[in-house]
């Protein structure tokens, strides 16, 4: 039989077991996206494997592969992100990133950026205890959308083509039916008593929606925005996800039934 030996960077999204020692791993990998590993014994207590195939592990995987199956033969941890397992809202949140990973990352494919994208974030959730929650849910997500090729369009309103400018002082509306930026005068035109899903966006809250767009991922989380700008950030970022999404995400539901207790 070909077998065919291959190395990979990657962090465990998913593990489901099986057997009494055994886990199917879903893992994002740089050079081939999203594959699922066979990882026979991994739940033994004499597995020397074990430590580096736990959710969130980033870790070198050596692997063996038949066909199209890949089987798992070493893992060298290289970061564990303990952080996140400390806090019951980080590890949701977490949760909830490798869930729209899944889901917007492809098989097969160099999904490079996606994987420096949650690298990144897993490791400001785990170790950067000065930026809030929300600021690395919200990038994440606007950003997830922007690096898969869903970036959306915040130059200029849709039906005058006037540009955004960073220092005009009025709101910017975002409709998601349509998917489109529109500026005041146009959106106080269009409303001719039809509801539509839109949010209303202050200026910082803009300019904050342009700098994830633009920025690189190692500076991702480096803006701030006031306590009155952000929970319009907040509700454009996930809404804009949920809408090219197309469905709903559970861990997103848990993430949030954690913050009520
Ligand atoms: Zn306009």
């Not at 195939?53 to 070198?60: N, W």
């Not at 990133?97 to 994987?115: G, M």
């Not at 950003?143 to 970036?151: E, P, R, V, W, Y």
Request: net charge neutral; glycine share 4%.
């Amino acid at each position: 039989m070909n077998v065919e030996t291959l190395i990979f960077d990657g962090i465990v999204l998913k593990e489901v077991l099986y057997n009494d020692n055994d886990k199917i791993l879903t893992v994002l990998t740089s050079q081939r996206g999203i594959i699922s590993v066979s990882a026979k014994g991994v739940k033994s207590i004499k597995s020397k494997n074990s430590s580096a195939v736990q959710l969130f592990c980033y870790s070198e995987f050596e692997i063996l592969k038949y066909k199209n199956r890949y089987v798992l033969k070493t893992a060298n941890l290289k970061d564990g992100f303990y952080g996140i397992r400390e806090n019951v809202e980080k590890y949701a949140l977490a949760c909830y990133f490798s869930e729209i990973t899944c889901s917007f990352a492809t098989s097969e494919n160099d999904e490079t950026d996606v994987l420096r994208l949650l690298l990144n974030s897993l490791f400001v959730l785990a170790k950067d205890d000065t930026k809030p929650l929300w600021l690395i849910k919200s990038a994440f997500e606007l950003k997830l959308c922007c690096i898969c090729g869903f970036a959306p369009q915040f130059d200029y309103c849709a039906p005058c083509g006037a540009k955004t400018m960073d220092s005009s002082p009025k709101n910017i509306y975002f409709t998601f039916n349509d998917s489109e930026r529109i500026c005041e005068d146009c959106f106080l035109k269009k409303e001719d008593g039809k509801s539509t899903d839109c949010v209303k966006l202050p200026l910082p809250a803009v300019i904050a929606v342009r700098y994830v767009i633009g920025c690189p991922i190692n500076r991702l989380t480096s803006f701030t925005l006031s306590d009155e700008s952000a929970p319009k950030f907040c509700e454009f970022c996930e809404k804009y996800l949920l809408y090219t999404a197309e469905r709903s995400f559970e861990s997103l539901k848990f993430y949030y039934s954690i913050q009520k207790v």
